[in-house]
């Protein structure tokens, strides 16, 4: 079965230093996406980043990027350098096979002054 | 350009009454998807469309829930009989294509509250 797990509910950053969330997941599949969208306090969903199962690179988006092992099955997102405004529910999610995508529990990210 | 809107932002109704929910995606966006968002949860998947057929509904809890895209554009999510649990944010995303690479981009959501 395919699955998302996110095993951190809560993170709390320093302003201006980097932060790691967790990500693992599970399917049988051979060609799939990862993704990490950001949704603030006014709920909208932000995309944020994207990993390709045969992306041999790791994905970078400006202070974002992901630390892709495909051997673990984990996709953790990597903020550098955080800011104020990184302070929101962070989600991992999967597409696979068909055509459903599935996302994990979130991770609420707080970044201190 | 756009991006997905969804219409109403707020929806209060009774437990019962019938809704419909509407999703405009990005223009040339073939593929949309529904989501629905419990308080703390992360969003579940409904129904994907390509074009305008339902590719997939697994999603979909119950026959109450119905969707529909007419000319592969604009989309409506409609609930028969509303019930409390019903109560959620409904997301709409749109992508250019259905593969796993495309990446979704959401619409701001729907807030139902079934009284």
């Known amino acids: 079965a395919q699955k998302i797990t996110q095993t951190q509910p809560g993170m709390f950053v320093q302003e201006k230093e980097a932060v790691t969330l967790d990500c693992t997941y599970d399917?049988?599949?051979?060609?799939?996406?990862l993704f990490w969208y950001k949704q603030p306090s006014s709920g909208e969903m932000i995309f944020l980043i994207y990993q390709g199962s045969y992306d041999e690179q790791n994905a970078t988006e400006g202070r974002y990027s992901l630390n892709f092992q495909k051997a673990r099955k984990s996709a953790n997102l990597v903020i550098s350098a955080s800011q104020l405004g990184d302070s929101a529910m962070y989600f991992c999610a999967m597409k696979s096979g068909g055509f459903k995508t599935i996302f994990g529990a979130g991770t609420r990210l707080f970044v201190k002054a | 350009g756009a991006g997905v809107s969804q219409t109403p932002s707020n929806k209060v109704t009774e437990k019962g009454k019938y809704v419909e929910l509407r999703c405009d995606p990005i223009?040339?966006?073939?593929?949309l998807y529904w989501y629905r968002q419990s308080l703390g949860q992360g969003p579940e998947f409904l129904i994907y469309f390509q074009g305008t057929g339902a590719a997939d509904d697994s999603g979909l809890p119950n026959d109450r829930f119905f969707a529909v895209r007419p000319e592969g554009s604009v989309s409506t999510l409609k609930i028969q009989r509303t019930e409390r649990g019903d109560s959620a944010v409904y997301l709409c995303?749109?992508?250019?294509?259905?593969?796993?690479?495309?990446?979704?981009?959401f619409g701001p959501g729907t807030r139902l509250t079934v009284l």
């Open positions: 223009s040339g966006h073939t593929a």
């Open positions: 399917t049988s599949d051979q060609s799939y996406g």
């Open positions: 995303a749109s992508s250019l294509g259905g593969s796993s690479t495309d990446t979704q981009y």
